[in-house]
């Protein structure tokens, strides 16, 4: 049984950074993609960047060149340096997982099995 916990999330100024941690207790398989997500309530649910069992890397438009993410060698954890942060940024962020291959299909859109509790990240 995986489950994953995010931490890292606080109140920032914009311009600041933040770094988000997503840890999975249990094994995630290794040919899984760990994907970040983000939400405002009312609004839906965002993916924000993702990283595949290949290593390949997705941004949203919006976070390209100021978000990074990275995964520990283990697969374990993975994260999200967040740079440069706006107003807009401020959401819920969660973590998730699913088999790369799902990922491949359909992107942000995939149907995740594996989720995060989510931690808050606040922009003023």
């Known amino acids: 049984h995986v489950q994953l916990v995010e931490s890292g999330g606080g109140s920032v100024e914009a311009g600041g950074s933040l770094r988000l941690s997503c840890v999975a207790s249990?094994?995630?398989?290794?040919?899984?993609?760990r994907t970040w997500f983000r939400q405002v309530p009312g609004k839906e649910r965002e993916g924000v960047a993702a990283?595949?069992?290949?290593?390949?890397?997705s941004y949203v438009d919006s976070v390209q060149g100021r978000f990074i993410i990275s995964h520990a060698n283990d697969n374990k954890a993975i994260y999200l340096q967040m740079n440069n942060l706006r107003p807009e940024d401020t959401a819920m962020y969660y973590c998730?997982?699913?088999?790369?291959?799902?990922?491949?299909?359909?992107?942000?859109?995939?149907?995740?099995?594996?989720w995060g509790q989510g931690t808050q990240v606040t922009v003023s």
């Open positions: 998730a997982a699913a088999p790369t291959e799902r990922w491949l299909s359909c992107g942000f859109r995939t149907n995740y099995p594996y």
């Open positions: 249990g094994d995630v398989p290794s040919s899984y993609a």
């Open positions: 990283i595949d069992s290949m290593g390949q890397i």
